[in-house]
């Protein structure tokens, strides 16, 4: 320990010292409260499958080789290695964020106002209509998976990963209204990230193909 760290802690106040780790790139409390400790542990666990955070129940081969299955294209494959390595910087399961892009683009066919790499139909900030100019479009790969992972971070409370885009702030701020973090997939609906009240079913139901 540094003498100048140990010369701080000697000069602060008992009652509100507490000492930092660096931790994944997160500044963590050395002596957490039980809400940090049930964060932390939701985080390190496998997912419950209705669950958004936590570690994924399918590896990354196994949602390459069901996405190759379903006829899911390029702008799905090359997108899976990148959801494994971003979501979990924040603790967000990558497989149920490969799920949902499988939904929202129609397997990587794009059908609807989304252009590629847009994984999630993300409008940009302060849009309300549906023409393909109110979407975002990412212009790698990388950065339409890392606006995917930010978006689901504004629902869920997390950090954004870089300098997230302008949709960010109004789905962190819709969601703070609301009084509640999103942790499940069945919140999902009902006007929360889509209007679909299907919408987590839809998600759910691609996940459990997955492990067939």
Known sequence: MARETRRALRAAPAALLLLSVLLGG????LSSSPE???RAAEVRAVRSPDSILGRPIY???R???YAR???ATRYILRTIPLYYRLAPK???APDVLVAQAILETGRGHYGGDSRPWNMAGIKKGGAVGDAPRDFERPRT???GVRMHVNHMAAYTGKRP???PHARFHDARAAQKARGYWVRRISQLGDGVWATDPSYGRKIRRILDEMGQ
């Open 141 to 143: 790969p990388r950065a």
């Open 63 to 65: 949602v390459e080789r």
């Open 161 to 163: 990963i870089g300098r």
């Open 69 to 71: 299955s379903i006829g």
């Open 36 to 38: 940090r400790e049930a």
């Open 26 to 29: 997160a500044v963590l409390p």
């Open 90 to 92: 924040r603790g967000i």
């Open 59 to 61: 590896g990354k081969a």
